[in-house]
C-alpha cells in the first residue's frame, strides 16, 4: 500500500474558523510488509522536508493522525499551543471503498467531482478546540449504533465485538452531563484503533479513540470510556494553557471518571480505584525517582520533550490533590457542586493552575480557612509523593492487601497453601490490584511464580491490565519461561503503557536483554513513531 495526502488551506475562509481540503492518496500493490516499509520512510521523509505529516500508515487497512500534545503542527500549519480555540471545517477525499472520520460532526458525503473511484466526506466541528484535539483516521470501517448519540466505528473483525464493550457509553454520558453539565458536542462516537495505537485512549470530540486492549469481553475495563467522555468537560471545555498545567486536564478527569464509575457501579469501587490510583502514582514515582522534577504537578517544561515527560502524575496526584479537597471541603456532593461552576466558569476557555485556585477560593469563600491549611506549595510545586495521604475505604481492597502479602512472607515450604480458592470471589479489578500491589515490593523468588501460575494459571488471562501485571511480575522474578510472553506482549499491541515497561523489564534481566533489543529492532518500523522513540530510550538504542 502507498499513500499520500495533500493539504490545501483555504485563506478566504480562515476568519470563518479553519477551512481545509484534505486530499487522500491510496495505491495499492506489492507486498504488503516491504511496501510498508518504504512508505514509512517516505513519510518520514516527508515529514521532515515539509513538516505535513503526523498521520501514519501502520498495520491493516487504517491511517490515524496523532496531533496530541504538539504535533498538530506537522499536520497543518497552526498555532500549535492549547492557549488558542479553533472551529474547523474539512472535506476530506478518499478512494471510495474507505470511510473518513474526524474529531468533528459528519457533515455528509459525496462522490469526488474531479474523480469517480473517489468520495468526499465532510466535516465540521463548530465548538471551539484547542488544535490538539484535530484528529482524522481513513480505513476500512464499519459502525454499529450503540446509544442514541454513539456509533462505534472498528474494523469489520472487531465491529460487533466493540458494540457489546462499549455498550454503557450512553449511560456514563448521562451521567456525565448529571455530574458536569450539559454535553454541548452533540454526538459521541466511539473509533477502535489497530493495537500500535499508543495510548488507552484519546478524547478526539465528537470521536474517541480507543486502544483495541480494551476489548476484554466483559466490560470490565470500561473505565477509560468513562474517563475519555469526562474530557467532554475537562480538557476539550476547559483547558489547560500550557502544557504546565496538564494537570488541570487530567487530574480532573480522572475525578469524574471515579464519580461516574461510582454512581454506576458503588462507591465501594470508586475508592478502591481512588486508592488503586494512589498505588499507581506510587509505582510512577518509584520508576521516576522522588526528586524528579517532572513528578511536580505542575511541572517546568522548559526544553523539554512532552511525549518523554509524559507520565501518570497529573493524572493521579492530581486526583489524590481532589479528592483530598473533596473530603477537606464537605464530601463528595460539595465538592461536585464546585466542578459543576468550575466547567461553567471556563467552558470555552484555556486556563493555568493559579485561575484554578484563584475559583476555587472564591467559590469556597466560606472555608477559605480550610483552604489555606492546604499545604499549596509542596501540592503544586514539589516533586515526590503528595504531603498528605487522602483517606480510602478499604472494602474491597483488603482481599487484595492480604493475599498479596501471604504471598510476599511465604517460604518454599508454604506454597503448598495456595491454591484455586484463593482468588474466589475477586473481581477483575481486584486480580489487577493484588497483581499491582506485588510489584510495589522486591521481586518475588521464581519458586513463587511458578506456583502461582501452577494454582492461578494466570497465563491463560488475555484481559491486558492483568496478564501485563502477570508478567512483568515473571519477568522481574527472572523466570525464563515468561520471556517469549512478555515479547509478545510489548509487541502484539503498542499501547505504551503496557509496551514500555514490558521492554524495559526485559532489558533489565539479563537472560532477555539481547532478545529485546533484537525484538525492538525489528518491529520499529511498524510502530506508532512515539512509542518507538521512547522504547529505543528505554533500551539505549537511541542517542
Ligand atoms: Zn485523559
Known sequence: MDRMQNLDLDKSTVSRGLHWKLLFLLNSGGDKKQSSKSLLKALQSLQLSSGLLQSRLLERNIHFSSANAAHCRAILPCQDTPAVKLTYYAEVSVPKELVALMSAHRDGEMPDPEDSSRKIYRFSQNVPIPCYLIALVVGALESREIGPRTLVW???ELVDKSAYEFAEAEAMLQTAEDLAGPYVWGQYDLLVLPPSFPYGGMENPCLTFVTPTLL???????SVIAHEISHSWTGNLVTNKTWEHFWLNEGHTVYLERRIGGRLFGEQLRQFQALGGWRELQNTINTLGETNPITNLVPNLNEIDLDAAYSSVPYEKGFALLFHLEQLLGGPDVFIGFLKAYIQQFAYKSITTE??????????KDKVDVLDKVDWNSWLHAPGMPPVKPTYDMTLANACVALSQRWIQAKESDLCTFNSADLKGMSSHQLIEFLALLLLEAPLPVSHVKRMQEVYNFNAITNSEIRFRWLRLCIQAKWEEAIPLALKMATDQGRMKFTRPLF???????KSRDLAVKTFLEHRACMHPVTSMLVGKDLKQDQ
Request: aromatic share 26%; hydrophobic share 35%; no cysteine.
Open 504 to 510: 524495559r523489564d526485559l532489558y533489565s534481566f539479563d
Open 216 to 222: 476484554a469481553g466483559d466490560r470490565s475495563l470500561s
Open 154 to 156: 472498528a474494523e469489520k
Open 355 to 364: 485561575d484554578w485556585k484563584k475559583f476555587l477560593y472564591s467559590y469556597f
